[in-house]
């Protein structure tokens, strides 16, 4: 049935779809569109992202608590967060929301027990001297959210998409990204010496240290010993390549690469009744390096490192001098923050993120158009599917085999609509009304014993990584699903009032988004079940690799900041992403205009130009100078200026839809194209 399905929407008998509830009524005002942000002073041709931003960047005075601060998503959080406020400050008091958030507004008690907590934590590291004392340690600390020496979890077996295995991967440092350590650029250098005044502050304010000397030197041993950590590490794109991290090794193969770790200490203390029965070790270097760091490093220094850790995962959760320093650091210097968000806020996230389905169900439980908005989300789901298959057969690049195999992977993509079906368990969890960090710890290890509960079973393909809350969207190659909560199908991104063009701008390309990234350079390496499978020719491969070899030569000319480029080749798959995403949304934009009359104009602009225009709105983004470098160095999403600019200049419809000459910025006469 899903072959004949597919020859059929090959064949494009594609069926006329709205998804608006006023398409071609002329007196409907989409509200997407936003005609006071544009910037009519700049012609469109030259630079689209300003022309369709440039007004609100120019007009909006960004607040201290924001780094980044987005025309619709920021509005949309911010409305969202107020609404899950009034949800926790309205639950019954004597229910776990409620006292979660109580024991988060109580700063008193929240820094008097927290600290508490850290000398109990720093007594065990002290006192764990034998080896298997020290992988028992090393197990409690993973399983209370604390980031050291490496990462262990369940995730699919990257050859068996159908079951969980054990995944042990790098992990251990602090700073977003391995450049940080290895590069040698006069930033850089600042932000390790910032780095070094951090953790000796922090280490001091936790009472982890004696002295302001102890913690300069304890804070040098954490640098020293991370930067080991993270010269054994991949980069960002090697880490998303399956090719790269595909080493089914086993518990054996792990025990042979770290042999100075008591491994089977270490599981039994996770919840493991057994042994891993399959393992896959992402990097084998790196925990090559974890095996000598372990034998060569004193102790005094390994447990300067664990301590340090322990008040790094903490920090945030424990008011006064730690979440200030944290704050000044974190936020103020990588960031560029000049306030901390309210008290409100802060404690918001928390309970959303430690109680998330429970909080999610709440949230759910409020909405009165949710149905209708899925209903709408799906069939713009299923249009855009339709048009990615009808467009294979344009692609001069594919050969049939590959053509047939990509519409089979197609037939298998799974979609996950505004929330699970499905919710967590709490009941378990003790909350405890004055003990913020103990509640934050015991959450964190309630859904870790969880998630390891699941290494060595049948896959749930049911499970949800995002709260419904969360305005956002992810495609996952394991099981080859595209997600959208609730979130982001809320108004500006989505309206039912607004026009198809506006709607498949905003959100259509989203859709088209996660849904190339089944066909990316990492993606296209799973098969329609999640397998990494080659599907491909060596042929089609080289010849998929030849086109985005453009992409990369376009992103790598990008300037952002002064001397700071867009990194084409750890971008690719975003850019590949945008570029297909955008495409196949304006495709469908256009089938489903072809059976209707006209939208009306608005704001001077025409049913067609409204698709751009509602695209470039979408990404409309005020950063600081901080922000974005540390986007440029730690993030495979490229800014959102090249998000626009990069991606329209490309599609030849958005050059005729704005009148652009051949040769201008964004019409140039070498485009690039991959979907």
Not at 60 to 75: C, D, I, R, V
Not at 242 to 254: F, S, Y
Not at 447 to 466: F, L, P, Y
Not at 577 to 588: E, R
Request: proline share 5%; charged share 25%; aromatic share 10%.
């Amino acid at each position: 049935m899903l072959n004949a399905l597919f020859v059929l929407l090959a064949g494009l008998s594609i069926s006329p779809l709205t998804l608006s509830a006023h398409a071609g009524d002329p007196t409907a005002v989409p509200p997407i569109i936003d005609a006071d942000a544009v910037d009519r002073a700049v012609n469109p041709c030259d630079d689209f992202y300003k022309f369709s931003c440039g007004k609100w960047l120019s007009d909006l005075n960004m607040p201290g608590e924001k780094s980044t601060y987005f025309h619709q998503f920021t509005a949309l959080e911010d409305q969202t967060q107020g609404a899950i406020r009034t949800l926790i400050e309205n639950a019954p008091a004597d229910g776990r929301i409620a006292k979660f958030y109580a024991s988060c507004m109580d700063e008193s008690s929240a820094h008097t027990s927290g600290l508490g907590m850290l000398a109990e934590a720093f007594a065990r590291i002290d006192a764990a001297i034998a080896p298997t004392e020290r992988a028992a340690l090393l197990a409690q600390l993973h399983l209370s959210g604390a980031n050291v020496l490496f990462g262990f979890g369940p995730a699919q077996d990257l050859n068996n998409a159908a079951q969980v295995i054990g995944f042990a991967s790098e992990g251990g440092m602090s700073l977003p990204e391995r450049d940080y350590y290895l590069k040698n650029d006069a930033k850089s250098v600042e932000t390790r010496t910032e780095f070094v005044r951090h953790v000796s502050r922090s280490l001091v304010y936790a009472g982890a240290v004696r002295s302001v000397d102890d913690g300069v030197r304890s804070a040098e041993r954490v640098l020293a010993f991370e930067t080991q950590l993270a010269s054994a590490a991949y980069s960002l794109e090697d880490q998303g390549d399956p090719a790269k991290i595909n080493h089914p090794i086993g518990v054996e193969g792990l025990r042979q690469l770290v042999p100075a770790f008591e491994w089977e200490t270490y599981f039994a203390t996770l919840g493991l009744a057994k042994l891993p029965a399959a393992l896959n070790v992402t990097e084998p270097d790196f925990f090559a390096a974890v095996n000598k760091l372990l034998q060569e490093t004193p102790a005094e220094d390994l447990r300067a490192y664990l301590k340090w850790h322990v008040v790094q995962r903490s920090a945030s959760l424990i008011p006064g001098e730690l979440e200030d320093e944290a704050f000044r650091f974190w936020q103020r210097y990588l960031r560029g923050k000049k306030a901390n968000e309210p008290r409100w806020k802060r404690c918001v996230s928390v309970v959303g993120s430690d109680l998330g389905d429970e909080v999610g169900r709440t949230f759910v439980g409020t909405l009165k158009d949710a149905d209708q908005v899925k209903g709408s989300t799906r069939s713009m789901i299923e249009l855009v599917k339709q048009i990615f298959s009808a467009n294979l057969d344009r692609l001069a690049w594919l050969d049939q085999p590959t053509v047939a195999a990509a519409r089979e992977k197609l037939s298998h993509v799974n979609d996950k609509v505004a929330f699970p079906d499905v919710w967590k368990d709490y009941s378990k969890l003790e909350v405890v009304p004055t003990q913020l960090l103990a509640n934050d710890v015991r959450a964190t290890e309630l859904e870790s014993r969880r998630s390891i509960a699941k290494i060595d079973r049948t896959v749930d393909r049911a499970a949800w990584q995002m709260p419904p809350w969360e305005i956002n969207a992810y495609y996952d190659p394991s099981l080859n699903e595209i997600v959208f909560p609730y979130g982001i199908l809320q108004s500006p991104v989505f309206d039912l009032r607004a026009s198809d063009a506006a709607n498949m701008g905003a959100l259509g390309a989203t859709v088209g988004h996660e849904l190339t990234h089944g066909f990316d350079n990492d993606g296209s390496k799973y098969d329609g079940f999640g397998n990494v499978k080659n599907w491909w020719s060596d042929a089609i491969r080289a010849k998929f690799e030849e086109g985005t070899k453009c992409l990369v030569e376009q992103a790598d000319k990008y300037e952002v900041l002064p001397g700071m480029f867009v990194n084409g080749t750890r971008t690719l798959g975003e850019n590949i992403a945008d570029q297909g995403g955008t495409k196949l949304a304006y495709l469908a934009y256009k089938r489903m205009a072809a059976n209707r009359p006209a939208a009306p104009v608005v704001a001077g602009f025409n049913e067609e130009q409204q698709y751009f225009v509602s695209y470039a709105q979408s990404w409309c983004a005020k950063r600081t100078d901080e922000s974005m470098r540390l986007q440029l160095i730690s993030n495979v999403h490229p800014p959102e200026e090249f998000r626009v600019n990069g991606v329209l200049m490309n599609i030849p419809a958005f050059a005729q839809a704005f009148g652009c000459a051949d040769g201008s910025k964004m019409a140039p006469k070498n485009r690039c194209a991959v979907w």
